[in-house]
Nanobody
Framework: QVRPVESGGGLVQAGGSLRLSCAAS????????MGWYRQAPGKQRELVAT???????NYADSVKGRFTISRDSAKNTAYLQMNGLKPEDTAVYYC?????????????WGQGTEVTVSS
């Protein structure tokens, strides 16, 4: 069982920056993609950004131009650089890893890291 482990959350003022990291709990092969999602209190979990094995990234409209996802394949680690943070970015941020297992996609979720942006 692979467990993504998130880190880097915290409290920051509006306009500030944070960098989240997501590392697989053990060495893992055949990763199709890694992604970041977030869930604010009382809201559903939503996509923030994903990055494929080929390095193609995808962002939610609400974070485009402010957040950047990157990946270190050798370390099975993904990062989310968050700049220009807004109070509405406050949420628990979850990382996922999508692995190809014999032609099937298997998704692993982390426990989340909390980000709080004060106004």
């Amino acid at each position: 069982q692979v467990r993504p482990v998130e880190s880097g959350g915290g409290l920051v003022q509006a306009g500030g920056s944070l960098r989240l990291s997501c590392a697989a709990s053990r060495s893992i092969s055949s990763i199709n993609a890694m992604g970041w999602y977030r869930q604010a209190p009382g809201k559903q979990r939503e996509l923030v950004a994903t990055i494929s094995s080929g390095g193609i990234s995808n962002y939610a409209d609400s974070v485009k131009g402010r957040f950047t996802i990157s990946r270190d394949s050798a370390k099975n680690t993904a990062y989310l650089q968050m700049n220009g943070l807004k109070p509405e970015d406050t949420a628990v941020y979850y990382c996922n890893i999508i692995q190809n297992q014999y032609g099937l996609s298997v998704t692993y979720w982390g426990q989340g890291t909390e980000v709080t942006v004060s106004s």
